[in-house]
Each structure stands twice: as C-alpha cells, then as structure tokens.
DNA sequence: CATGAATGAGACTTCATTCAT
DNA sequence: CATGAATGAAGTCTCATTCAT
C-alpha cells in the first residue's frame, strides 16, 4: 500500500468524522435555540452562534432554516416512532404500554432538552411530526384497548387527553433540577389510568 | 348651557366611543392573527389589515407589537379568571369545579378562535397569563381537595396533567365543525376523575 | 368649506406630489445604475445610494430589483412604441422612416443616458422589450419595403442589420461631449440606405 | 539513464499534459456559462460543475472569476487578431476584406457559442477586447479604403455601423439551427456595401 | 387622533475566495 | 496540484416603529 493511498484515507476518515461532528453541532444547536426560542424567532444567527463556525456554514450542512426544523422534526419522529412501535408490539395490556411510552418520551425529552441553558420551555409548532405521533398514537391506543373500546368511544378526544398530560406533565418535568423522568412517568401513567383523585391520594 | 358646550360634550362622546371601538377592533384582529400565525410570523401590518385603520394608529393604542399581545394574554386571564373564582367559590365538589371551569374553557375558546377565518389553530406560546392560570388551577384544585390531597402529593404534575387534558382536548374539540363544547368538556372531566379506561367504555 | 378639508386636500396633493417624485428619483437612478453597472451588477442600494432616501423606502415603491428592472423597459418600450408607429404611419418612403425613427431614437438615448454620470455605457441586456422593438421595427421595414421586398428577402437578418448600425452608432454617439443624435442619425440613415463607401467618401 | 529520471521526465510529462488539459477545459466551461448567464450571473461554481474538478482548482489556474473572464476575452481577441491582420493584408479590395472578416467572425462565434447546451445567447459586455477590435476594424477599414475615404468621413461611427450589422446579425444567425455563417457573412457584407434597399430586393 | 410613507436594523441566503490536508 | 469545507462580506428583502402633515 502506498503511503499516499493511506493518507487519502485517513485524510477522508477525518474528514468525514469533521463533517459529521460539525452537522451535530448545528443540530444540537438548532434544537437549543428552537427549544429555547421558537422556531420563528430563532435566527439562522443564533443557532451557528452557539457554534464554533462561521455564518455561512450553516449552508453547506442545511440547505435553509425550515430544513433544519424539518431535519430535527424528522430525527425527533424517527427516533420516537420506533420506540412507540416496540412498545405497542411488546405491551400486554395499557399499563404496561403507558409505561413504557411514557417513560421512554421523558427520557427523551431529558436528553434532548435537559441540558438546554436557557429557559427549557418546550414550545413544539403543531408540525407534521406531531400529527404522525398523534396518530401513531391513537393506532396503539385502539388496538391495546381492543375489546374494552366501546364502539362510540372518541379516539381523538382520548388520545388529545392521554397526549395532553404527557406532555405537560412532561413539560414540568423538566423545569425540575434534577429532572426525574421515571418519577413522572409513574405519575402520567397514573393519572391517565386511575384519573386525578387517585394520584391525589398518593403521590 | 351653551351648545358650544353641548357641541364639545357631544364631540367628547363620540371620540370616546371611536377610541373604544377602534381598540376593540385592534384586539380582535390581533387575536385572529396571532391565533392563525403565532407571535412571530403575525406582522403588525397583518393586524392592522383587518381593521379600516392605517398603520400609523395602532402605535395610539399599543406601544409595541409585544404590548398588544400582552394585553391580550391579560385580558384573556383577566376573563378568566373570575370564572375561575366563581366556580372555584361555588363548587362543592371536584367534580362540579371541573365541569363548570372546563365548561367554561371551551366555550370559551370556541368564542375567542371559533370563528378564525383560517386554521383554528392554536397555538398559545407560554407567557405569563398562563402562569397566572396555572397558579390559580393549582390553588383552587389544592383547596378543593382538601383532606383528599395526601401531604406528598405532587400538586404541581397534577395540575399539569389536569390543564394538559383541558388543553388538548379543547384544540380537538376547536377543529370540529361545529365543535361541542359541553360534549367535550363531559369528556374531558370524566377522564380527569376517572382516568382513560372509564372513558374508553364509553364515550 | 371647512379648513380641516382644505388641508386634507391640500395634503393629498403634496404627499402624491412627493411620491411621484420620489418614485421617478428612484427611477432615473435605476437607469443610470443599470446603465453603468449591468443589471446583474447593480444592486439595489446602489440605486437607493444616489437619492436621499432609505433603503427600505425602494420597497415601498418597487416589489423587486427585478420589477423595476422591467418597470425600466416597459416604460422604455412604452415611450419609444408611439414614436415608431407614428413613424410608421407618417411615413411615405423608407428614407423619411428611417430618419424619423433614428432620430427619436437617438434624441431618446440622449435624454436617457445623455446625463449619467459615470461611463454611458449601454449595455441593454435582452428583454422582452427589445423582442418587441425588434418584431415592431421587423413589421414596419416589412410594410414599408412592400412591393421592393423580394419574397425570399430575410428580413429579420434586415432588421438584424438596421437595428445594429442604430444601436451601435447611437453609442458611440453617447461617447462623445456633446453628443450629436441629428448627425448621427444622418450618418446611420445614409449607412442603411447607400452602404459604408456611400458613407465614407463624404460624413 | 537512471530509470527514475526517466520516470520524473514521463511524470512531468503527463502532469504538463493534465495541467493543460484542466486549463483547456475551465475556459471552455466557463465560456459556456458566460453565454448563458452573463459575466455576474456566472458563479466558479457554475463554471467548475461543468468540469470534473474541485472548486479550490479553479484557483490553481485562475487568480478570480474576473481573471478568467479577461484571459476568456484576450483568448478571444488573440484568436480573432490574426484573422483580421491576415485578411487585412490580403485583401485587394474593400469587399473581399469584409467577406474575409466577417465570415471568419461567424465561423468563430459558431464554433465558439454554437454548442451551448442552454439558450446559445450572445450577452458580451463591453470589455477592453471589444474595444481592441474596434480599433482595430477601425484601423484597417481606414487602410483599406485609403484614398476613398474622405477626410471629413467619421471612421469611429462607420466603424460601428460595420461592427453594429456583424454583430447583430451574427446573434440571429446563432439563433437558427443550424446556424448557417457562410450565408449570414453573404448578406451582412452586401448590406454594408450596398445598402439595405439592395439586400432586399433578393436575399 | 388618523394617516401612510420613511426609516434602518436585521433576517435569510449566496458566493468568491482561502486553506488544511 | 487536487480537494472541498470554511469563511464572511454583501445582496435582497421584511418589518416594527416614527413622524410630518
């Protein structure tokens, strides 16, 4: 092997590993500043700020802002929907699928906002994302429930409900130091499945 | 009396009233707005647009695009909350509270952003009249409780969880047409008490 | 009449007075610009720079760099279309056309770019407005020609070659201090009509 | 011989060779692109796509973008020089110069932008070439027409007259498929000559 | 007060050019 | 020399806000 061909090589590994390394730089600062400040008043500016590279960079890993929201979106998406479908194929009954949905969503929201510097406000837009995990959702949902589901049941009322505490209770998770994710999934799970009263009487 | 006067007082009326109109319509158009667009994709130009004013005279009667939204927010808690209060006052049990605040709520928002000529959409960015809200939620939910409310009990992850319920459920309720909002909140009080399963059963 | 109506009045009148002329301001600095620097290479501060007026004020009066630069030609071919019709009708042999159309057109170069400041350099990049004064000269050498014109006689090479000689001797007459479009225009009549050695052997 | 020499020698070889050839083939592309988008609309990134080399490459043969745009014109003019000193010397008479010229010029414009793959559309910006050929036209006209010329005769508008039907006639020329310069050259060299009254009476 | 044109900061994006490998 | 990612100046355009009338 010539020595030319290996430093070619090792010359692309580099490179590559730097590509990488700088398109995760941007992600993660993209999901910071977006968690942080929206996605409208989040500047281009403000996420290759937090970076250690020049404005136009930004451009040779994204080809605009929207793309870089919709590329989290769909990371966020992909990384969800298969730990939704796992449980969904392993859950015996609605307990133990909660749990296991649940608690996998707020750990997720921890890694992926936990250490946020600002405010960690998650102020997700009604994307594409979010309709495909709505209704992955209420899929799971009707096919646990199966039998106990009465015919005249609202699905989208139910899954609006179960998603609504999720996240807000998810939301409020994190405001915590430290957050406890399985803290408070035992506790949406709870509520979701016993109603408020019963959380009440013992957290 | 001279009709000088007359005249001036008149005149004083009238001014007066164009004053209040000419406010109204500014909120109301911004409420549109902001409901459609979110903060930051909403223009002031896009408010003013919906009224027959000229640019130039919303800065008479808001300070600043940030000001006019945080009277709306203020007026929207303050419309609130003294339904709040009032139920809060009146209710005897969990139950009634619930169904007459989350009663309340919807009609609510089928009133605020029913009639949105586009995408019902909304989108509520977390500012400081939904702290308001929360606070108030927890208190009277921790006061109505009472004795139910174990001492290690986590007020705050269940007032979360009762407000994400209202929330979500109320936005699925918002893109129905027409949208229920007496079925809805039915819904929505029975899976706060009772949890999803009790809810599946039936609708 | 009520002097509050005489102001109003009185003020409609200035402030379209004051946007006519800051409209054509901006105008004549966008031909001087497109003029000495090309379209692709003139940018809109540079126009906005020669008028005493700001940046954003351009959008107020054009949607687009691109919109004005059509504005230019569309006014451009506007002004000189009447000319060439009338030309056309007038007209009773090729010579007196000729004369006619080449003289408008040269007295138009000079009021056009007579006064840029820097090189008056025409570099007409190829719009739709040219394509129109092409097929219009085309039309009118067709008509005027009429039992002269051989049946395989090229005309649009005929045009090709009217309009070249005008455009380039119109040129080189921009170049000089002062310029002289009735020389000229004789000059590139007699080219047209008799040939350069016609034309060399006396201007 | 030491075989190492031999293999630098056949190293240098072939490394003269790629260099020329790379060299060869930037012009070539970036000619391309300046006809299809002008001088300013033309990126090095335009011009390096339409090669199989790196962007950074360009500059290894070329200092700027407008370097390449001056080496393109004074390849042009280099190329088109002799063309018009051997015609100029050879030529008896005013009419066989012309036809000399002008054909050779149309030769050239179709080898040159003939191929363009997009809209084969002459956009030259008036570059210190042009102005070299214009002299230079100018000089031999004057030369050749010797004691013909009167000594009032404007040489620099006869010269853009002569010039202005070439080039003019030349773009319609590029316009037709296939482009036809031999009888393009017959028609501009009898226009110029004669007139347009003799062009038309039989193409 | 109403008007609406003017303002200029700042947003997104492109691109000629550099440079480490 | 070739490579191609990095750079940052500069371009087009938007928009909250001001101000003369």
């Given at each position: 092997m010539s020595s030319v061909t290996d430093i070619a090589i090792a010359e692309a590994g580099r490179r590559a590993r730097t590509k990488a390394r700088n398109q995760e730089a941007i992600l993660a600062a993209a999901r910071q500043v977006f968690a942080e400040l929206g996605y409208e008043a989040a500047s281009v500016r403000d996420i290759i700020r937090r970076?250690?590279?020049?404005?136009?960079?930004f451009y040779n890993y994204f080809r605009s802002k929207e793309a870089i929201a919709r590329a989290l979106a769909a990371d966020a998406a992909e990384r969800l929907r298969p730990i939704l479908r796992a449980e969904r194929d392993r859950a015996a009954d609605l307990e133990g699928w909660l749990d296991g949905v649940i608690r996998a969503y707020f750990r997720f929201l921890v890694e992926e906002y936990?250490?946020?510097?600002?405010?960690?406000q998650v102020r997700v837009d009604a994307t594409p994302a979010q309709r495909a995990v709505f209704e992955e959702v209420r899929e799971s949902l009707t096919r646990i429930l199966g039998d106990q589901l009465?015919?005249?049941?609202d699905t989208a009322y139910l899954t609006a409900g179960a998603i609504g505490i999720a996240r807000h209770v998810g939301e409020q998770m994190l405001r915590?130091?430290?957050?406890?994710p399985d803290g408070a999934a035992r506790f949406a799970v709870r509520l979701i499945l016993h109603g408020l009263p019963a959380v009440a009487r013992g957290a």
């Open positions: 970076t250690d590279l020049a404005s136009g960079t936990g250490r946020a510097a600002g405010l960690p009465a015919p005249q049941a915590r130091a430290p957050p406890d």
